[in-house]
């Protein structure tokens, strides 16, 4: 038995009701607020929304509850799709063609070539390290 837990099911603690208003409230306040930046009028429905969400907020917060549990399944939904994509972008987009190049090239960084006529594979180092008395009291 592995030390790690392998299975999928995520137990995921999402923020607190409260702090979940006045996070939406905050983001409607700055929704609202942005035309400002161009002087133009404010979005007045965004700023109903951005008091509508900080009153509930303060007053009852529990009234919040079923809409933060919607919003963290969206976030793990949208996590199990874009984690996928971003890495298989990053693996197949950078690192498969650096590491054809490199083959192509003739490089071997980390000299992984097999040599059936080398006693050993052990790289000794010039000037050599550290003394391992030096090593005594690391923390």
């Known amino acids: 038995m592995a030390h790690e837990n392998l299975a999928r099911e995520q137990h995921v603690e999402g923020s607190s009701d409260r702090a979940f208003g006045w996070v939406f409230a905050i983001v409607f306040a700055i929704i ?9 009028p404010p979005r007045w429905w965004a700023l109903a ?35 996928p994509l971003a890495l ?12 054809a190049l490199m083959r192509l090239a003739g490089k071997d960084p980390l000299q992984l070539e097999r040599d059936a006529n080398a006693p050993s594979y052990w790289r000794s180092r010039e000037p050599p390290g550290p003394r391992p008395d030096s090593m005594g009291q690391q923390f």
């Open 32 to 40: 609202a607020a942005w035309p400002l930046l161009n002087a133009r």
């Open 49 to 83: 929304i951005a008091a509508a969400f900080a009153l509930v907020a303060i007053v009852r917060p529990a009234l919040l509850s079923g809409l933060n549990r919607q919003w963290m399944k969206l976030g793990l939904l949208l996590g199990r799709i874009v984690s």
């Open 88 to 99: 298989g972008l990053l693996f197949y987009g950078v690192f498969v063609p650096i590491g």
